[in-house]
């Protein structure tokens, strides 16, 4: 993973704002080679034992609700690229064209297989796919879909300096974004209420976040996603 030549970075980027994110980053250039190599053992490990699981899973979507396994979607990655994201599907088949771009609290079109894999995080395992091909990397920004991004402000495009990640400490304190948006009586009002007031809440943890970017941050972030997931299903437990 390397950082492309200033004058090489798309126009919307090449401002002051993202500067001083560009130059924090080339301080730590040769973590970001190590962080490629990385990202592809982890997956490529996390792919073999999880295998069998994700099985398992695909068979339950399928007897669970008509629809493919696998979720599809336009995101965007490093430098403004645009990607397909792959997760489990976790909504009723064609979701997209019934609601918003997010999901809000107590969402109708959330299946019961999908509630149970949302809340442990597991929609996410096709997401390595993703890592091994190069689109994401383990710890980043989780991607938008295009539309946001078009919304940024120029501080927030310094966040696709990196490609985006599976997880990261925003996602961690933001896991339960849904329930911010249980307000929301339409569509309008779910983009309005995420654009004004969830995705600039969310950008100061991701710009925060690339201000101590480094081994030790990326590591701390990969343990504290699974003591969150390991915590909730504690939680569950209890009750």
Avoid: C
């Avoid at 699981?53 to 696998?70: K, N, Q, T």
């Avoid at 490093?78 to 397909?84: C, D, E, H, K, W």
């Amino acid at each position: 993973m390397e950082l492309r030549p200033w004058q090489l970075l798309p126009d919307e980027m090449r401002t002051k704002e993202v500067r001083k994110y560009y130059n924090i980053l080339m301080k730590h250039r040769m973590w970001l080679e190590m962080k490629r190599v990385l990202d592809v053992i982890v997956a490529g490990i996390m792919l073999a034992v999880l295998i069998i699981p994700m099985g398992i899973i695909a068979l339950a979507i399928r007897l669970d609700s008509p629809g493919p396994v696998f979720f599809r979607q336009a995101r965007v990655t490093q430098y403004g690229r645009i990607f397909r994201i792959y997760k489990f599907r976790t909504m009723v088949d064609n979701a997209s064209k019934l609601g918003a771009a997010v999901t809000v609290d107590n969402d109708s079109r959330i299946t019961k297989v999908g509630a149970f894999l949302r809340k442990y995080r597991m929609d996410e395992f096709p997401q390595l796919f993703n890592i091994l091909a190069g689109d994401m990397t383990l710890v980043g920004t989780r991607p938008e879909v295009p539309k946001y991004v078009k919304k940024y402000t120029k501080e927030m495009y310094a966040t696709l300096l990196l490609p985006a990640g599976l997880t990261s400490r925003t996602s961690i304190a933001y896991k339960d974004e849904d329930k911010l948006l249980g307000e929301a009586v339409d569509e309008k009002s779910t983009d309005n209420i995420y654009l004004n007031e969830v995705l600039p809440a969310k950008m100061r943890y991701n710009l925060e976040s690339m201000k101590h970017f480094g081994v030790k941050t990326d590591a701390a972030v990969l343990w504290d996603t699974f003591t969150s997931v390991v915590g909730s299903e504690r939680m569950t437990v209890k009750k």
